[in-house]
């Protein structure tokens, strides 16, 4: 069984930052990496998503505020977050494409942007 290792949430400011990062075990084969969310009281949505090749897709939401990277060495995936907003207070779940197409999820890590 897979298991993702994911830290870095916490609470902050409005208009701070926080750097989300989700390890894969390095015997596992990456074919995609990425970010989901879920606010109390709503669905689990996309944050960013990234492929070993480097190419990302974002939320409309995130644009221009989060980045997202991979370390391709260490199966790493990460999620800087800037100017954090109240409304981007969720759970955040990594999410691991293997190369076998299997899908795993992280146990997700409390993002909360508060004053």
């Known amino acids: 069984q897979v298991q993702l290792v994911e830290s870095g949430g916490g609470l902050v400011q409005p208009g701070g930052s926080l750097r989300l990062s989700c390890a894969a075990p390095?015997?596992?084969?990456?074919?995609?990496m990425g970010w989901y969310r879920q606010a109390p009281g709503k669905e689990r949505e996309l944050v960013a998503l990234?492929?070993?090749?480097?190419?990302?897709n974002y939320a409309d939401s995130v644009k221009g505020r989060f980045t997202i990277s991979i370390d391709n060495a260490k199966n790493t995936v990460y999620l800087q977050m800037n100017s954090l907003k109240s409304e981007d207070t969720a759970v955040y779940y990594c999410?691991?494409?293997?190369?076998?197409?299997?899908?795993?999820w992280g146990q997700g890590t409390p993002v909360t942007v508060s004053s």
């Open positions: 999410n691991v494409i293997t190369d076998r197409f299997l899908a795993v």
């Open positions: 390095s015997s596992v084969g990456i074919n995609r």
């Open positions: 990234i492929s070993r090749s480097g190419s990302t």
